[in-house]
């Protein structure tokens, strides 16, 4: 099993990144995948999750401003993060999990990718 981000990157606060989640060795359409940051010294927390149904969550802080999807047949999770802030600055990290996407802990999900970098600049 392989989960690989891309698209990360440095942008000014207000611009638009979107970050991808390659993945492979799994039925992807069968999935809860969820978007993760992390920043040093501090908790992984959720951004976003969308299950095998297409339903999406969104934590409080990012609600309106990011748009989490998913193309099955590419096997794909997207994460559209508009106006961006400098606190959201992190590693953004894609996860799998072969369950519900609901009241899930980071150590539910049973497959991580490597990160991406996302940089807000003030």
């Known amino acids: 099993v392989q989960l690989m981000e891309s698209g990360g990157g440095s942008v000014h606060a207000g611009g638009s990144l979107r970050v991808s989640c390659a993945a492979s060795?799994?039925?992807?359409?069968?999935?809860?995948m969820a978007w993760f940051r992390q920043v040093p010294g501090k908790e992984r927390e959720a951004v976003a999750s969308?299950?095998?149904?297409?339903?999406?969550t969104y934590a409080a802080s990012v609600k309106g401003r990011f748009t989490i999807s998913k193309d099955n047949a590419k096997s794909t999770l997207y994460l559209q993060m508009n106006n961006l802030k400098p606190e959201d600055t992190a590693m953004y990290y894609c996860a799998a999990r072969a369950g519900a996407c609901a009241n899930y802990r980071p150590s539910d999900f049973n497959y991580w990718g490597q990160g991406t970098q996302v940089t807000v600049s003030s």
């Open positions: 060795g799994i039925t992807f359409s069968d999935y809860c």
């Open positions: 969308i299950s095998k149904y297409g339903i999406t």
